[in-house]
Protein backbone atom coordinates (compact mmCIF):
# COMPACT_ATOMS: atom_id res chain seq x y z
CA UNK A 1 0.00 0.00 0.00
CA UNK A 2 1.40 3.02 -1.06
CA UNK A 3 2.08 5.92 2.11
CA UNK A 4 2.79 9.26 1.59
CA UNK A 5 4.03 11.31 4.52
CA UNK A 6 4.93 15.05 4.65
CA UNK A 7 7.28 16.85 6.42
CA UNK A 8 9.12 19.93 7.25
CA UNK A 9 9.03 23.64 9.14
CA UNK A 10 5.24 24.25 10.46
CA UNK A 11 6.28 27.77 11.59
CA UNK A 12 7.88 30.21 8.90
CA UNK A 13 8.61 33.76 9.15
CA UNK A 14 7.06 36.17 6.29
CA UNK A 15 9.53 36.56 3.18
CA UNK A 16 11.18 33.30 3.95
CA UNK A 17 10.66 30.38 2.43
CA UNK A 18 8.57 27.25 3.38
CA UNK A 19 10.58 24.16 2.65
CA UNK A 20 8.30 20.81 2.72
CA UNK A 21 9.43 17.24 1.76
CA UNK A 22 7.00 14.09 0.75
CA UNK A 23 8.45 10.63 1.57
CA UNK A 24 6.91 7.57 -0.49
CA UNK A 25 6.88 4.38 0.94
CA UNK A 26 4.92 1.38 -0.56
CA UNK A 27 6.00 2.00 -3.77
CA UNK A 28 8.71 3.70 -6.32
CA UNK A 29 8.70 7.58 -7.21
CA UNK A 30 10.02 6.78 -10.16
CA UNK A 31 6.81 4.23 -11.70
CA UNK A 32 5.81 5.56 -15.07
CA UNK A 33 3.23 7.65 -15.77
CA UNK A 34 2.71 8.88 -12.30
CA UNK A 35 2.79 12.71 -10.95
CA UNK A 36 3.68 14.04 -7.38
CA UNK A 37 1.70 16.80 -6.66
CA UNK A 38 1.21 19.35 -4.01
CA UNK A 39 -2.09 20.80 -2.39
CA UNK A 40 -2.73 23.48 -0.01
CA UNK A 41 -5.80 23.86 1.93
CA UNK A 42 -6.11 27.38 4.04
CA UNK A 43 -8.00 27.39 7.57
CA UNK A 44 -10.96 26.77 7.34
CA UNK A 45 -11.38 27.38 3.22
CA UNK A 46 -10.88 25.07 0.01
CA UNK A 47 -7.95 22.86 -1.61
CA UNK A 48 -6.16 25.17 -4.01
CA UNK A 49 -3.85 23.10 -6.73
CA UNK A 50 0.08 24.17 -5.94
CA UNK A 51 1.82 22.21 -8.78
CA UNK A 52 3.66 18.72 -9.92
CA UNK A 53 6.26 17.34 -11.40
CA UNK A 54 5.78 14.44 -13.60
CA UNK A 55 7.30 11.19 -13.24
CA UNK A 56 9.79 12.56 -16.19
CA UNK A 57 10.89 15.50 -14.37
CA UNK A 58 8.24 18.42 -15.93
CA UNK A 59 6.82 20.45 -13.81
CA UNK A 60 3.95 22.25 -13.82
CA UNK A 61 2.37 25.29 -10.94
CA UNK A 62 -0.49 27.05 -10.31
CA UNK A 63 -0.24 30.59 -12.40
CA UNK A 64 -0.82 32.43 -9.45
CA UNK A 65 2.22 31.15 -7.55
CA UNK A 66 4.38 30.16 -10.41
CA UNK A 67 6.64 32.73 -9.54
CA UNK A 68 7.26 31.38 -6.25
CA UNK A 69 7.20 27.72 -6.33
CA UNK A 70 9.80 25.13 -7.15
CA UNK A 71 9.16 21.12 -7.05
CA UNK A 72 11.63 18.77 -7.07
CA UNK A 73 12.55 15.44 -6.63
CA UNK A 74 15.05 13.07 -4.96
CA UNK A 75 15.21 9.66 -6.58
CA UNK A 76 16.96 8.05 -4.34
CA UNK A 77 15.75 9.00 -1.31
CA UNK A 78 12.15 8.14 -2.67
CA UNK A 79 10.75 11.86 -1.71
CA UNK A 80 9.75 15.06 -3.60
CA UNK A 81 9.79 18.23 -1.71
CA UNK A 82 7.90 21.86 -2.14
CA UNK A 83 9.82 25.24 -1.92
CA UNK A 84 7.02 28.21 -1.96
CA UNK A 85 9.40 31.48 -1.73
CA UNK A 86 8.44 35.28 -0.19
CA UNK A 87 5.62 33.81 2.15
CA UNK A 88 2.79 35.97 3.75
CA UNK A 89 0.40 34.97 6.35
CA UNK A 90 -1.85 34.04 3.09
CA UNK A 91 0.32 30.81 2.21
CA UNK A 92 -0.80 29.85 5.73
CA UNK A 93 -1.78 26.37 5.28
CA UNK A 94 -2.48 22.29 5.57
CA UNK A 95 -0.32 21.53 2.59
CA UNK A 96 -1.22 17.94 1.36
CA UNK A 97 0.87 15.53 -1.03
CA UNK A 98 -0.48 13.41 -3.14
CA UNK A 99 -0.25 10.96 -6.11
CA UNK A 100 -1.34 11.77 -9.71
CA UNK A 101 -2.67 8.44 -11.60
CA UNK A 102 -1.95 9.10 -15.00
CA UNK A 103 -5.59 9.72 -15.90
CA UNK A 104 -6.03 13.04 -13.88
CA UNK A 105 -7.03 12.00 -10.13
CA UNK A 106 -5.52 12.17 -6.83
CA UNK A 107 -5.51 8.43 -5.66
CA UNK A 108 -3.12 8.69 -2.59
CA UNK A 109 -2.73 11.55 -0.34
CA UNK A 110 -0.57 12.53 2.66
CA UNK A 111 -2.01 13.02 5.97
CA UNK A 112 -0.90 16.99 5.75
CA UNK A 113 0.67 19.02 7.76
CA UNK A 114 0.21 22.71 8.72
CA UNK A 115 2.65 25.49 7.93
CA UNK A 116 1.87 29.14 10.05
CA UNK A 117 3.63 31.84 8.33
CA UNK A 118 3.94 34.57 11.20
CA UNK A 119 6.76 36.23 13.03
CA UNK B 1 -7.11 29.95 -12.89
CA UNK B 2 -10.48 30.43 -11.49
CA UNK B 3 -11.87 27.58 -9.25
CA UNK B 4 -14.95 25.63 -10.41
CA UNK B 5 -17.97 26.84 -8.65
CA UNK B 6 -19.59 24.79 -6.33
CA UNK B 7 -23.12 25.50 -4.05
CA UNK B 8 -21.52 26.28 -0.59
CA UNK B 9 -23.90 24.10 1.09
CA UNK B 10 -26.51 21.13 0.49
CA UNK B 11 -28.75 19.53 2.65
CA UNK B 12 -31.00 16.22 2.71
CA UNK B 13 -32.10 14.00 5.19
CA UNK B 14 -31.47 10.33 5.46
CA UNK B 15 -32.47 8.12 2.22
CA UNK B 16 -33.05 11.33 0.26
CA UNK B 17 -30.80 11.73 -2.88
CA UNK B 18 -28.89 15.37 -2.96
CA UNK B 19 -26.85 16.43 -6.32
CA UNK B 20 -24.06 18.78 -5.97
CA UNK B 21 -23.14 20.93 -9.32
CA UNK B 22 -19.54 22.14 -10.52
CA UNK B 23 -19.30 24.76 -13.18
CA UNK B 24 -16.30 25.30 -15.12
CA UNK B 25 -15.48 26.44 -18.46
CA UNK B 26 -14.73 24.68 -22.38
CA UNK B 27 -11.03 24.81 -20.63
CA UNK B 28 -11.80 22.25 -17.78
CA UNK B 29 -14.81 20.55 -17.35
CA UNK B 30 -16.12 21.51 -20.79
CA UNK B 31 -12.87 20.36 -22.76
CA UNK B 32 -11.68 16.77 -20.70
CA UNK B 33 -13.69 13.72 -19.03
CA UNK B 34 -11.38 14.05 -16.25
CA UNK B 35 -13.24 15.40 -13.54
CA UNK B 36 -12.66 14.22 -10.32
CA UNK B 37 -14.51 14.21 -6.93
CA UNK B 38 -13.41 13.86 -3.67
CA UNK B 39 -15.03 13.93 0.02
CA UNK B 40 -13.26 15.44 3.23
CA UNK B 41 -14.22 14.97 6.52
CA UNK B 42 -12.57 17.07 9.21
CA UNK B 43 -8.95 16.95 9.82
CA UNK B 44 -8.61 14.59 7.37
CA UNK B 45 -7.19 14.49 4.26
CA UNK B 46 -9.59 14.02 0.70
CA UNK B 47 -10.81 10.57 -0.46
CA UNK B 48 -11.21 9.97 -4.11
CA UNK B 49 -14.70 9.34 -4.93
CA UNK B 50 -15.08 9.64 -8.60
CA UNK B 51 -13.15 9.88 -11.53
CA UNK B 52 -13.14 10.20 -15.14
CA UNK B 53 -16.67 12.28 -14.33
CA UNK B 54 -18.46 8.71 -13.32
CA UNK B 55 -16.15 6.30 -12.55
CA UNK B 56 -15.96 5.17 -8.88
CA UNK B 57 -12.80 3.62 -7.36
CA UNK B 58 -12.96 -0.28 -5.90
CA UNK B 59 -14.66 0.43 -2.12
CA UNK B 60 -16.86 3.54 -3.15
CA UNK B 61 -20.34 2.92 -2.36
CA UNK B 62 -22.63 2.66 -5.61
CA UNK B 63 -24.57 5.55 -3.94
CA UNK B 64 -22.54 7.51 -5.36
CA UNK B 65 -22.77 8.72 -8.76
CA UNK B 66 -21.19 11.38 -11.52
CA UNK B 67 -22.24 12.69 -14.33
CA UNK B 68 -21.36 15.73 -17.15
CA UNK B 69 -23.02 18.05 -19.36
CA UNK B 70 -21.36 21.14 -21.06
CA UNK B 71 -18.86 22.87 -18.37
CA UNK B 72 -20.79 21.40 -15.40
CA UNK B 73 -20.25 18.23 -14.09
CA UNK B 74 -22.27 16.75 -11.04
CA UNK B 75 -21.60 14.76 -8.14
CA UNK B 76 -25.12 12.60 -6.55
CA UNK B 77 -25.71 10.85 -3.62
CA UNK B 78 -28.55 8.67 -3.24
CA UNK B 79 -29.64 7.34 0.13
CA UNK B 80 -28.13 9.86 2.20
CA UNK B 81 -26.38 8.30 5.40
CA UNK B 82 -25.09 10.19 8.22
CA UNK B 83 -21.75 9.45 7.26
CA UNK B 84 -21.87 11.50 3.79
CA UNK B 85 -21.71 14.31 5.73
CA UNK B 86 -18.52 15.98 4.88
CA UNK B 87 -17.31 18.68 2.09
CA UNK B 88 -16.90 17.57 -1.22
CA UNK B 89 -14.46 18.83 -3.82
CA UNK B 90 -14.61 18.46 -7.73
CA UNK B 91 -11.51 18.84 -9.66
CA UNK B 92 -10.43 19.03 -13.20
CA UNK B 93 -7.93 19.15 -15.86
CA UNK B 94 -7.61 21.93 -18.12
CA UNK B 95 -6.23 23.06 -21.31
CA UNK B 96 -2.94 24.10 -20.05
CA UNK B 97 -1.75 21.21 -17.83
CA UNK B 98 -2.82 22.42 -14.86
CA UNK B 99 -5.38 21.11 -12.01
CA UNK B 100 -8.30 22.98 -10.74
CA UNK B 101 -10.15 22.37 -7.95
CA UNK B 102 -13.83 23.29 -6.59
CA UNK B 103 -14.78 25.83 -4.23
CA UNK B 104 -16.12 22.97 -2.06
CA UNK B 105 -19.83 22.23 -0.91
CA UNK B 106 -20.19 21.31 2.74
CA UNK B 107 -23.06 18.55 2.62
CA UNK B 108 -25.20 18.52 6.25
CA UNK B 109 -27.70 15.44 6.51
CA UNK B 110 -30.68 16.84 8.50
Known amino acids: QLQLQESGSGLVKPSQTLSLTCAVS??????????WSWIRQPPGKGLEWIGY???????YYNPSLKSRVTISVDRSKNQFSLKLSSVTAADTAVYYCAREHPTWLFDYWGQGTLVTVSS | QSALTQPASVSGSPGQSITISCTGTSSDVGGYNYVSWYQQHPGKAPKLMIYEVSNRPSGVSNRFSGSKSGNTASLTISGLQAEDEADYYC??????????FGTGTKVTVL
Open chain 1, 26 to 35: GGSISSGGYS
Open chain 2, 91 to 100: SSYTSSSTRV
Open chain 1, 53 to 59: IYHSGST
